[in-house]
Nanobody
Framework: QVQLVESGGGLVQPGGSLRLSCAASGSIFSINAMGWYRQAPGKQRELVAAISRGGSTNYADSVKGRFTISRDNAKNTVDLQMNSLKPEDTAIYHC??????????????WGQGTQVTVSS
C-alpha cells in the first residue's frame, strides 16, 4: 500500500525553526512533483512549497526567504526546513506527492498531516 508519512511537527516559539520530513513508501514506480500544503483553522488548504523531480522549486509569497524545500529522489523523501517561524505559520502541514504506481496509474497522494504551532 502506497503511503506518505510525515514527521517533525511540534510547538516552537516565534523566530524558531522546525524541519518537516515526508517519506513515500510502497509500490512506487516514480515520483513527479512533491510538495507541502498547510491548513489553518477556518482557512482553506494552501500551497506552501513544491519541488519538481528535477529540483525546480516554487514557494508561497508568505514563506519565501524563510522556508526551503528539498527532496531525495533515491530515498523518496521531501523535507521542509522552516526558519524564522511566525504565529501565522501555525497550521496542519500536509505532504503531497504525485506518484506513478503503474503503467497507467498516476495520481496525487496525501500524508495524514502534522501539526505546527508557533507560539510564545
Amino acid at each position: 500500500q502506497v503511503q506518505l508519512v510525515e514527521s517533525g511537527g511540534g510547538l516552537v516559539q516565534p523566530g524558531g525553526s522546525l524541519r518537516l520530513s515526508c517519506a513515500a513508501s510502497g509500490s512506487i514506480f516514480s515520483i513527479n512533483a512533491m510538495g507541502w500544503y498547510r491548513q489553518a483553522p477556518g482557512k482553506q488548504r494552501e500551497l506552501v512549497a513544491a519541488i519538481s523531480r528535477g529540483g525546480s522549486t516554487n514557494y508561497a509569497d508568505s514563506v519565501k526567504g524563510r522556508f526551503t524545500i528539498s527532496r531525495d529522489n533515491a530515498k523518496n523523501t521531501v523535507d521542509l526546513q522552516m526558519n524564522s517561524l511566525k504565529p501565522e505559520d501555525t497550521a496542519i502541514y500536509h505532504c503531497n506527492a504525485h506518484l506513478v504506481t503503474g503503467p497507467y496509474d498516476a495520481r496525487d497522494y496525501w500524508g495524514q498531516g502534522t501539526q505546527v504551532t508557533v507560539s510564545s
